[in-house]
């Protein structure tokens, strides 16, 4: 049976270069912690936050790629289908109020996908439900670029 993944392999050398064995480690990094997208959202929210501490006086800071059971909690414990639909997602950007010591708004970052995947519009559906009256969510389509007035 063929390996439908890629596996990182690391190689074991001898003193004389020669090939002694490999190793396949448990655990390897992700190539990116977010993707391109968001990256480049990211550094434009930045300098926005930036801004808006300057003029507004409110000390926001970003905090990228958040586990979704970090800022909601499951309140119907009866309910075992609610506790999945917050392990193993996350949300792409939570803006934290210092002064306040609360979250300010949580941003998630659409692509096309978002209105064309049947999967990702059901999570997108959850998501919006678990927000609607606890944490204020944007919701902002992918752009090829950005201005600080978003």
Known sequence: MKEKRE??????????????YVVIPNYTKTEYFMSKNEIRFYKILILAITEI???????????????????IKQNNRREEELEKNIFAKSIDFVLYDKEKDEIYCCIELDGIEHKTDPK???RDN??????KDNI???????????????
């Open 120 to 122: 990702k519009i059901e």
């Open 126 to 131: 959850i998501i919006n439900n678990m927000f």
């Open 53 to 71: 501490r300057e003029k507004y006086k409110i000390r926001l800071e970003v905090f990228p790629q958040v586990a979704l059971n970090r800022i």
């Open 7 to 20: 596996i990182l392999q690391k190689k074991i050398y001898d003193e004389n270069g020669k090939l002694k």
């Open 136 to 150: 204020k969510l944007i919701r902002q389509d992918v752009k090829d670029t950005y201005n600080k007035d978003i």
